[in-house]
């Protein structure tokens, strides 16, 4: 069986975020991950690329069948996966893989087409797995070249023109709720750059405070300070909860932060206070992978409650051109994908060339002691052009084949010649290994 590069993974088209965020690998244990999938059967380079809107491993695989077992596996004692979940996952060979890195690396496969985070998401994840020594040549090569369309359909394409990132999003559902934002109060749950980003887009219509808490406070602090704001202990959160319009919660807790009972409660503390008789709606955006805001809190009268799947079906003033610039992005990353992948295979092949040259100069050095016995002995010169000319010849034999394994088009052709080559000199096997064996 030849090396794949491969695609496991769910995201936010396969998986509603309920499903998601089981299976989401938070950024400390991606190291861990990482190691332990390098290992696993199947496996020779991997990348995990984890974001609120995926859950993606981008392998080369030595062999798809147990790649996929291993990733199961580590999902199923790891996270609980059951048999029945994985409808959720999806599972891409060779360009199909290569076109969903490509997709992803250039912004078309987000919940929000054309999402400026996704780039740096990219290089950290490949950062990541470069540090701990999961990748190799095959996929430092895809990532690379990756990289390189992404930065074509930025500068080709008016997508980037037209995107609205997750927070952007955001603030559109405030302003279905409250129309104009002038003199909203924001409390931001969590320090960190989708926090960032959401409280600029506030500010920059109308709103007129910013609160930060974290449970680092140093944290809270120093973003405070960025957005002019004010920063707020952890453990103080509920009366500022209880005073805010608008709550933007993006913590890496693990579970939920506010239940419904705790919701129940800070409704009637609101309803308390010094605008007694005003019934002041709260909007809630949960941004969180795992989700903050306890789902219940969704049926509390008074707060509006939206997540990561409401935020897929805000529509904005630039969908149309988003479309346009996406089928024109489209189109790239298909001639990019088709033409990088004849690069692919071609690596891949190099164990059989290596095989067939090795072979025919044992013909040939076979050949030439039988030809020295039959009519030698000869002089040291004479040696020397009968080894040159055998040379020549399995270096001309040699090459003719590499090129044509190298320059067929489809899988299915170039495995179809190494069979051939395979029969035809009688080679045991190429070790697949070799295709993807990372340099020391």
Not at 96 to 121: K, T, Y
Not at 378 to 395: C, G, I
Request: include cysteine; glycine fraction near 6%.
């Amino acid at each position: 069986m030849e090396p794949a590069l491969m695609v496991v993974g769910l995201n936010y088209r396969t998986a509603p975020v309920a499903v998601r965020e089981r299976f989401w690998i938070s950024e400390n244990r991606r190291c861990e991950v990482l190691g332990q999938l390098s290992r696993a059967e199947g496996i020779e380079e991997v990348i995990v690329m984890a974001t609120c809107n995926r859950t993606e491993f981008w392998m080369w695989a030595t062999d798809v069948t147990l790649a996929a077992n291993s990733v199961m596996r580590l999902l199923g004692t790891e996270y609980g996966l059951k048999l029945c979940e994985w409808k959720h996952f999806y599972r891409l060979l060779d360009e199909a893989a290569l076109q969903q890195i490509f997709r992803v690396a250039s912004r078309l496969d987000s919940m929000v087409v054309g999402e400026p985070q996704v780039v740096s998401q990219v290089k950290e994840a490949w950062q990541q797995a470069q540090k701990v020594g999961a990748t190799g040549r095959f996929l430092d090569a895809v990532l690379q070249k990756a990289l390189v369309v992404s930065e074509r359909v930025r500068s080709e394409t008016a997508l980037g023109n037209a995107a609205v990132s997750i927070p952007a999003a955001a603030v559109e559902l405030a302003h279905q709720i409250f129309g104009l934002l002038e003199n909203k109060k924001v409390l931001l749950l969590g320090a960190g750059q989708m926090s960032e980003l959401s409280a600029r887009e506030l500010l920059k219509h109308g709103a007129s405070s910013v609160c930060v808490t974290n449970r680092t406070i140093e944290h809270a602090t120093e973003l405070a300070a960025k957005l002019g704001g004010v920063a707020i202990p952890f453990e103080e959160r509920w009366q500022h909860m209880a005073e805010a319009d608008i709550i933007i919660s993006s913590t890496s807790c693990p579970h939920t932060i506010l239940s419904r009972e705790e919701a129940e409660r800070m409704v009637r503390e609101r309803k308390g206070g010094e605008n007694r008789n005003e019934d002041r709606p709260l909007v809630i955006v949960d941004i969180a992978m795992p989700r903050d805001i306890d789902a219940g809190v969704r049926d509390v009268k008074g707060i509006f409650l939206y997540d990561l799947d409401d935020l897929e079906n805000v529509t904005d003033k630039n969908a149309g051109e988003r479309e346009a610039a996406a089928a024109d992005a489209q189109k790239i990353v298909l001639a990019e994908a088709q033409g990088f992948l004849r690069k692919l295979l071609a690596e891949r092949a190099v164990p059989t060339i290596v095989a067939v040259r090795l072979r025919l100069d044992e013909i040939c050095r076979q050949e030439l002691d039988s030809f020295r016995r039959e009519n030698g002995p000869f002089s040291k010169d004479q040696d020397e052009m009968l080894n040159a000319v055998m040379s020549r010849m399995t270096q001309r034999i040699a090459g003719s084949l590499a090129r044509e394994l190298k320059e067929l088009p489809e899988k299915v052709q170039q495995e179809q010649m190494t069979t051939a080559l395979q029969r035809l000199f009688h080679l045991q096997s190429a070790e697949p290994a070799i295709a993807g064996t990372r340099p020391a």
